[in-house]
């Protein structure tokens, strides 16, 4: 006995077969992006200059509520794009930052940006000015901080719009070299087109 399939039927089977290869393919980028950042970030991390600002930060955001930080969000927000910017400046004015954009020009085009997070969330200094300066509610903080120490996070792939290059960011968990306690985190954007 011949069975007819009809055109539907094979489209369907074929985009069956074809999910899982995408999700493959789309994940291909995890491994040398982990691989990129345990031999590249890693080993800076536990520096004095990173551990010592998110500290001093913690210190100083530990009593914000939510209202606090939507409020410094905000602001934020709306000096990102403006032309006077003093909370954006004074971030990037931090030796945090300046340590920052160091290691982004040494990697010759590799790293795209980076930024620090404190344990709310908030930015502690970064390389490039990002849109907004609380992470708390986005996977790149909540899957790192929130999962504790020894966590990296890679993120889905995207075309940078300013390059047109493939780009993954990666999260991972900072911790105090002293107590072994998960103090913030760090967002690098990899250039997949160099990796």
């Given amino acids: ?3 007819k399939l009809s055109m539907s039927t094979l489209l369907v089977a ?16 995890v491994a040398p992006v982990k691989e990129f950042i345990s031999k590249n970030v890693e ?3 536990t520096d004095p200059v990173v551990i010592a600002a998110i500290k001093e930060q913690n210190a100083t955001t530990a009593g ?6 939507d409020k410094l969000d905000k602001e934020w927000r709306a000096q990102a794009t403006a032309t006077a910017r003093p909370m954006v400046d004074e971030v990037l004015g931090r030796e945090l930052s300046k340590f920052l954009m160091a ?18 969330g908030l930015n502690v200094g970064q390389s490039d000015v990002t849109s907004d300066y609380w992470q708390g509610d986005e996977a790149k903080w909540q899957k790192t901080f929130s999962a504790g120490p020894g966590t990296v996070f890679v993120d889905g792939v995207e075309t940078d719009e300013s390059t047109q290059a493939l780009q993954s960011q990666a ?10 306690q998960a103090i913030g985190a760090i967002t690098v954007g990899i250039n997949l ?3």
């Fill in 1 to 3: 006995m011949k069975t």
């Fill in 43 to 45: 080993t800076w991390l």
């Fill in 171 to 180: 999260s991972i968990t900072i911790t105090d070299p002293e107590t072994g």
């Fill in 103 to 120: 290691k982004k020009d040494a990697s010759q085009g590799m790293i795209t940006e980076m930024f620090v997070m404190d344990a709310k």
């Fill in 14 to 29: 074929g985009i069956s077969l074809f999910a899982p290869m995408t999700a493959l393919a789309q994940d291909a980028h």
């Fill in 193 to 195: 087109d160099m990796l």
């Fill in 64 to 69: 914000l509520d939510e209202a606090g930080i």
